[in-house]
């Protein structure tokens, strides 16, 4: 009488299957996971645009001088923040010499903006503001707006706070 052997192991049937339901699994996935981080591109540069806008405003109150914000909209967008008067962050004459942030950096992202907005010096109240937009590929928005005393807030559907 022969005694069989029992090997351990997959056999290819049960491989194929396992692959063939690994590959569904990331099928569906992959699009959800791609939403996520267009998602939170999307949150970081509005963060990035609160941090400045703050920082600008802290800047007006501490120092007791204006500072200005100076936006660009569209595909090639950018800001920039400065001292002495309303600066150029596309062609940097005046420059922005608190920095900024241009569309490079982020790609994916697209900046909807209307004029700049000037912190006034000893208060940080913002003069001349009007709402940003920020938005992506996957047609996600945000927006960022300051309250009466100047302090930025992320808004939308996509933000964590919804306001």
């Given amino acids: 009488m022969k005694k ?15 692959m063939a339901v690994l590959a569904i699994i990331l099928a569906a996935a992959v699009p959800s996971y791609s ?3 267009a998602r939170q591109r999307l949150r970081h540069v509005a963060e990035l645009l609160e941090q400045d806008l703050r ?7 501490e120092e007791g001088r204006s500072v200005y914000m100076s936006f660009q ?3 090639q967008w950018c800001w920039g923040s400065s001292r002495q008067s309303a600066c150029d962050c596309v062609t940097g004459q005046p420059r ?3 920095g900024g942030i241009d569309a490079h950096e982020h790609k ?10 000037t912190f006034e010096a000893g208060l940080g109240r913002a003069q001349g503001w009007t709402r940003i937009g920020i938005s992506n590929d996957q ?3 945000l927006y960022l707006d300051l309250g009466p005393l100047g ?13």
């Fill in 35 to 37: 939403h996520y981080l």
């Fill in 4 to 18: 069989s052997r029992r090997t351990s192991g997959f056999t290819l049937l049960e491989a194929v299957f396992t």
């Fill in 55 to 61: 920082h600008a405003r802290t800047l007006s109150v």
């Fill in 139 to 141: 047609n996600q928005q």
């Fill in 73 to 75: 909209s569209g595909r």
């Fill in 108 to 117: 994916g992202t697209l900046l909807q903006a209307g004029r700049g907005v």
């Fill in 151 to 163: 302090r930025p807030q992320i808004c939308g559907a996509d933000s964590r706070s919804g306001c």
């Fill in 96 to 98: 922005c010499e608190l």
